[in-house]
């Protein structure tokens, strides 16, 4: 078996699905989001993954409880609720293939017995874990954030991940640490929407490079939308995005743990159309 339910499974009917974000400006953004082009887009990179991932084991469902994957593994048309880490990623067991796809999954209503919990986990026990996300809706809705000790709770836990490139990723309603707690050695969003009530939005721990595209990222309240380990060495490449519904990252939205400014670079062109990014990502026609 390559996938483990703590929990209980039943047939799920019907698909979710969580659309994204796109181009200049706030309004912009959310036209993008109704209009069938992000479907369109997720679609192919969904398609791109079926056939990347010809021989794995998929799963669908509707499940209570933590899911323990091992991979390589495909989850694809689920809902997971109900425990302390939704999605548990691990590379264990031969054949050693440390790959993960997400296809229409939605992760809600988790909940834990002590200060620690995410949406979708990766561990340092299994390093290396690439992600492959389309269509991901997670909505916690953890307590919301006290301190370390008491409310250490996300949205994603990137430890020792190699990579996550994710199509139309959305995360509401984390309310704790962070949305998504990115340890992964590179990382690539397009349409990512964040929003709601939580202490950072992301937390980047490693020089990258990383890609934001046609993102809309906000929080409530004040404080930074962007946290970085090391500021002056990680590099994140912007394209076609918001924040708090402004098109650049200003200085009360960053928030640096060594150094003082990270490297945003605003790209004049799109970098999925230039081929910058994994050949997961595709353009189609505005409509």
Partial sequence: MRLLLKGIATQLAGLVLALGCGPLGAEAVTERMMSGTAACEAQQAADWITTQFPNAPSHSGVFEGRLEAETPVVLKHAQVSQARYGVSIHERVPPLDPRIALIDVSISDLRSANAFGGGIK???????????LVNVTINPNWPHWVSYAKTNYDGLVLDAAAAIYAQNLTVNNW?????????????QFVNLVISGPGHRPIRYWRPGPHFLVDADISREGTGPLLWFRH???TTVYIYNSVFNGEPRVTGPMVQCDEGTAPNLVYLPEDPVKKGKMSSMFRRCPKG
């Fill in 175 to 187: 309310n704790a640490d962070s949305a998504i707690d990115n340890k992964a050695e590179i990382s």
């Fill in 231 to 233: 500021c002056e060495a």
């Fill in 122 to 132: 990766t561990h340092s026990g299994s390093p290396g874990v690439e992600l492959f």
